[in-house]
């Protein structure tokens, strides 16, 4: 492998390498992999919401933090727990 020239310094040098080294080294490429396959990423749970005066089912996006919401049909206010 030809050498590139740098302007840097000796430190800077020396992250570049070990960081290029460890690219190269495929070192990179296993630790992704351990990374995806160790996940433990918590799917979404969806939870049916609906009016408890008309019981029509709300269908917008309840988000993160959101303590009510109101019902599209007859506009009572929905606690969300």
Avoid: H
Avoid at 24 to 42: C, F, L, Q, Y
């Amino acid at each position: 492998m030809e050498e590139t020239p740098f302007d840097v310094k000796d430190w800077e040098a020396n992250v570049i390498g070990r960081f290029f080294s460890y690219i190269m080294g495929e070192e990179a490429d296993r630790d992704i992999a351990t990374i995806k396959w160790n996940s433990t990423v918590a799917a979404p749970t969806l939870k049916l919401v609906r009016c408890s005066r008309c019981s029509a089912p709300y269908t917008r996006e309840v988000y993160r933090g959101q303590t009510s919401v109101q019902c599209e049909y007859c506009g009572t206010q929905i606690v969300v727990q």
